[in-house]
């Protein structure tokens, strides 16, 4: 779990460049609060990045997968694949995020937290 920052505070985009040239080049995948408004970037895994999450006291429920590109207009630099997401329990079967309305709360969580 090691390289894994949690972003209280915004960061800017030449940060989160940085981060995605560490690992994958052109995206960095991400696990975000949505109840606590942060969230855990700079690993391999988004299950890392949860676990790093959840010693911290976030709850699962409120915790999900997203890569970001962050060449990409902010428009389309969200991407919802993780295998986190696969949440049957909260009526969310597939690896993406299914509810409109919590995607549109997680990208202004990232939009809010990158600058």
């Known amino acids: 779990m ?4 949690i972003i209280k505070e915004s960061i800017t985009i030449d940060d989160l460049r940085k981060i995605a040239q560490e690992r994958f080049g052109d995206m960095v995948k991400t696990v ?6 942060i969230m855990a970037l700079g690993s391999d895994l988004h299950a890392d990045e949860e676990a790093k999450l959840l010693e911290q006291g976030s709850k699962q429920e409120n915790l999900w997968g997203i890569n970001i590109y962050p060449d990409q207009p902010r428009g389309s630099w969200v991407e919802f694949d993780s295998m986190i997401n696969v949440r049957p329990r909260q009526n969310n079967r597939s690896r993406s995020v299914e509810d409109a309305a919590m995607q549109d709360r997680i990208i202004r969580i990232v939009n809010d937290l990158i600058q």
């Open 32 to 37: 975000v609060d949505v109840d606590q408004k």
């Open 2 to 5: 090691d390289g894994i920052k």
